[in-house]
């Protein structure tokens, strides 16, 4: 049982580049989400999904489109990255109340 | 709009000391009230949560949380403080949006010397 995982656990862009982050899980929990976490910022909610199917905008989704491309996996992608895209991003997937973390994909964007 | 204060940002201890991070949540309505924790390069763990019944809440590691409804307030609290709890700590309130999603503080980093 790995939980969350998260694909690739590093990354360097240059401005204007375009990349996806992959995030599958294997608790069979309907609801995923993507944060983005900065320095005195906290965790900010990027977009999530209640279900399959279904996305949702969160707090800063400007930049940003995600895929649920079925119940395991929620899929983040940049289309053109730019440099305040820097930061460390999360996937969770939530069941029972609870939400259970990815290692996180840190991205630094030149 | 919905927001989550943690008060302290940075908090330096020595060994054995007791630690309380305070964090104050803005929604008035029913919540369900989490602390995460993440140790250094990892990922957020859950130390403890509270959804209703008793306002005193015992977590993992020794840890315990007080929900005063009254105050907004869901502080963290350790009576002796271990090397090993160095890490950042974030407080966590489900939106009013729905249940499904959550609002984090800022986060508190604390350092324990030994």
């Known amino acids: 049982n790995a939980g969350v995982t998260q694909t690739p656990k590093f990354q360097v862009l240059k401005t204007g580049q375009s990349m996806t982050l992959q995030c599958a899980q294997d608790?069979?929990?309907?609801?995923m989400y993507w944060y983005r976490q900065d320095p005195g910022m906290g965790l900010r909610l990027i977009y999530y999904?209640?279900?399959?199917?279904?996305?949702d905008k969160g707090e800063v989704p400007n930049g940003y489109n995600v895929s649920r491309l079925n119940k395991r996996e929620f899929s983040l992608r940049l289309e053109s990255a730019a440099p305040s895209q820097t930061s460390v991003y999360f996937c969770?997937?939530?069941?029972?109340?609870?939400?259970?973390f990815g290692p996180g994909t840190r991205l630094t964007v030149l | 709009a919905q927001s989550v204060s943690q008060h302290n940002h940075h908090v330096i201890l020595s060994e054995a000391a007791s630690l309380e991070l305070g964090c104050n949540y803005s929604?008035?309505?029913?919540?369900?009230l989490f602390w995460y924790v993440q140790y250094p390069g990892q990922h957020l763990q859950l130390l403890l949560k509270?959804?209703?019944?008793?306002?005193l809440v015992k977590g993992i590691k020794g840890f315990e949380a007080e929900f005063i409804k009254s105050k907004f307030s869901f502080n963290l609290r350790k009576p002796s403080v271990q090397w090993s709890d160095t890490a950042e700590y974030f407080c966590?309130?489900?939106?009013?949006?729905?249940?499904?999603?959550?609002?984090f503080g800022a986060g508190t980093r604390l350092a324990v010397h030994p």
């Open positions: 999904s209640a279900s399959e199917g279904t996305t």
């Open positions: 969770a997937s939530q069941g029972a109340g609870e939400q259970f």
């Open positions: 929604y008035g309505g029913t919540v369900n």
């Open positions: 608790m069979n929990h309907n609801s």
């Open positions: 966590a309130v489900n939106s009013m949006w729905g249940y499904n999603k959550l609002i």
């Open positions: 509270y959804f209703s019944g008793d306002p």
